[in-house]
């Protein structure tokens, strides 16, 4: 690892850096993962200026790592500059910092900008920075999704970025790429011999990627109202675990080649065009209630589960159905990816367990015989985003998104949520509690 960076975060008070960045970078420190000479610049609107950061990064740290007593030197790896997105006040005080800690760190400092802002903010952002008056080829942008609201909107905010900056310098976050049992999907694919001769389309019949809460949208209204389950959930992390089942075997020396292997995979995952085939391959639901919640439309058709079949054009696994399935509200709470052969099913599971189960099914029960040992984790957001901080200071890019990756997730679910919007798929409604049953199966 680099032994000098900077990392600005924009929108430094926000929930994403309160949940999951301050956890994270407090155990980088805590392993002493994180470079020798890092200084962390939060930029935000609201006044945490003197000591008022330091009371911020107490709650964050005791309500979501349990942490009595944070250890006195993290403060000192941060620097607040209050200022707002879009006026020139705040951009040059901020300049001021880190042009200081640029000229300590040395020629070879990286300066990493992390977007933990709303993305309407992307190319505003960008563009100032751009202006900063000091070296900016250690520049690395860390960008949140969604990264667009459809193919052609992820099009026109690529293009507007890269006025300013080059396809090497984005990193676009999809922190289920980030998760330790999704990262062991190739890893135990290709690294046993048994299973890698198994992983054949000749031998699977389903592949099934379900990402289930028992819980809400609760306080994100206007945000959830605005996607919906498919955008939110199915066109990133649902789709990027599909690449990695189908993937082809990667050279592990070449870590753009794994890259490479999963958009390939993406492209040849058929895009649903015709009436008939999203009518026969989709579903959408709304949970009772939804309407109720502040900043929803009152008529709002937004679904908040959703169920789709897909295929691959790929020769040889063009009739093995992968089902998505995502949602809120629903009977259970878990996280889970099932590979069925003709009699074995593989779990890989995400929540409440992080395991690998190798295990039996039939018509009416699925059953794990065989445990893999993994290690738990007792935060997985805080290893999730500990990983995409760590190798974005190291430059490791193959577990972040390129953007061939994200257009085709858009160009899948695009042709849905256009056949949605014309109600070729009607919008059914479910009790908070139950999983809505569907022909999709």
Same mark, same amino acid.
């Given at each position: 690892m680099t032994n000098s960076s900077v990392l600005t975060i924009f929108g430094a008070t926000g929930d994403l850096v309160?949940?999951?960045? @301050?956890?994270? #970078?407090?155990?980088l420190y805590k392993s002493k993962e994180l470079p020798e000479n890092l200084k962390v610049v939060g930029y935000a609107r609201r006044d945490f200026t003197g000591d008022k950061y330091n009371k911020f990064i107490d709650e964050s740290l005791n309500k979501y790592l349990n942490i009595g007593?944070?250890?006195?030197?993290?403060?000192?790896?941060?620097?607040?500059?209050?200022? /707002? #997105?879009?006026?020139?006040?705040?951009?040059?005080? #901020?300049?001021e910092v880190i042009k200081?800690?640029?000229t300590m760190c040395g020629e070879n400092c990286i300066k990493l900008f992390y977007f933990s802002i709303q993305p309407s903010f992307y190319e505003t952002v960008a563009s100032k920075i751009a202006e900063f008056e000091f070296n900016n080829n250690g520049y690395r942008l860390l960008i949140e999704k969604p990264y667009g609201h459809d193919e052609q909107s992820a099009k026109n905010l690529d293009s507007r970025i890269k006025q300013y900056f080059s396809e090497d310098q984005i990193y676009r976050i999809d922190h289920y790429l980030h998760k330790k049992i999704v990262r062991e999907i190739p890893e135990f694919r290709f690294g046993h011999s048994i299973i890698k001769s198994s992983w054949q389309p000749s031998e699977i019949k389903k592949i099934v990627i379900s990402t289930k809460e028992d819980f809400g949208v609760e306080d994100r209204g206007a945000f959830y109202d605005a996607l919906g389950t498919l955008r939110d959930v199915g066109q990133n992390h649902l789709l990027a675990i599909a690449s990695l089942i189908i993937m082809d075997e990667y050279d592990l020396n070449k870590p753009e080649d794994f890259l490479e292997k999963r958009t390939e995979a993406l492209k040849n995952i058929k895009i649903l065009e015709e009436d008939e085939e999203i009518k026969n391959n989709t579903f959408r639901a709304q949970y009772e209630g939804y309407l109720n919640i502040e900043n929803v439309e009152k008529d709002s058709k937004t679904e908040t589960y959703f169920k789709a079949r897909l295929f691959s054009s790929k020769e040889g696994w063009q009739e093995i159905p992968f089902i998505l399935d995502a949602g809120k509200k629903l009977d259970e709470h878990k996280n889970v990816v099932k590979v069925?052969?003709?009699?074995?099913?593989?779990?890989f599971e995400m929540y409440p367990n @992080?395991?690998?189960?190798?295990?039996?099914?039939?018509?009416?029960?699925?059953?794990? @015989?065989?445990?893999?040992?993994?290690?738990?984790?007792?935060?997985?957001?805080?290893?999730?985003?500990?990983?995409?901080?760590?190798?974005?200071?190291?430059?490791?890019?193959?577990?972040?998104?390129?953007? /061939?990756?994200? @257009?085709?997730?858009?160009?899948?679910? /695009?042709?849905?949520?256009?056949?949605?919007h014309n109600n070729v798929v009607p919008l059914e409604t479910y009790k908070p509690g139950t999983t809505p049953e569907s022909n999709i199966n």
């Open positions: 309160r949940k999951k960045i @301050l956890p994270s #970078l407090y155990s007593t944070v250890d006195a030197k993290f403060y000192d790896l941060f620097e607040y500059v209050q200022g /707002d #997105l879009e006026e020139e006040a705040g951009y040059k005080k #901020l300049e200081k800690y640029d069925y052969f003709e009699t074995n099913v593989i779990f @992080l395991e690998i189960c190798i295990g039996k099914y039939d018509e009416n029960s699925e059953q794990c @015989l065989m445990k893999m040992d993994t290690e738990m984790s007792e935060h997985q957001y805080v290893e999730e985003y500990a990983s995409v901080i760590k190798e974005s200071i190291e430059g490791k890019r193959d577990y972040f998104v390129c953007i /061939d990756e994200v @257009l085709h997730q858009w160009k899948i679910v /695009d042709a849905i949520v256009k056949a949605w």
